[in-house]
């Protein structure tokens, strides 16, 4: 079960610490819920956000959940910063409470990068070590399977 667990983050999670440095845009807002499916073996990933930011912090709350037939695990994060360019914007937070969470617990940092694309968006996840405060990742992008993310200036 956990090999099947670290399989399936470690394709949302890939590997290296890399970041972006990007112009921030002024005020900016990400808002949405997607869905990430896998299958084989098959699991769903859940994102969720409501966050607001300046390019140098941020409000707002993330939520994300992970399942399949043996496992329902999920964590909520207090969001830090929120900055945009075009239509990629990041979401970085610090992890209040997580229960069977593997890629992150209480007090780690965590990063959502989305892809705004009007139609079938993106998105990259990256925690601990990877994620630096109102920085983008380099992780790579995944489709959503369903959902939306808006991003708002």
């Known amino acids: 079960m956990l090999g099947t667990l670290t399989a399936a983050l470690a394709m949302l999670t890939t590997t290296g610490a890399a970041t972006a440095d990007v112009e921030a845009a002024p005020s900016v807002a990400v808002l949405g819920s997607a869905e990430k499916e896998i299958h084989d073996p098959y699991s769903v990933f859940e994102f969720s956000v409501h ?22 695990g999920w964590m909520v994060a207090r969001v830090d910063c929120v900055r945009s360019v075009g239509s990629r914007a990041v979401v970085t937070a610090v992890v209040s409470d997580a229960q069977d969470f593997a890629p992150a617990a209480p007090g780690d940092s965590i990063a959502l990068t989305v892809r705004d694309n009007g139609g079938q968006d993106t998105l990259s996840v990256a925690s601990r070590e990877q994620v630096t405060t109102c920085h983008m990742s380099r992780e790579q992008e995944f489709p959503v399977t369903r959902g939306d993310f808006r991003i708002l200036r």
């Open 51 to 72: 966050a607001r930011g300046d390019g140098r912090s941020g409000e707002g709350v993330l939520w994300m959940s992970h399942h399949n037939d043996e496992l329902v």
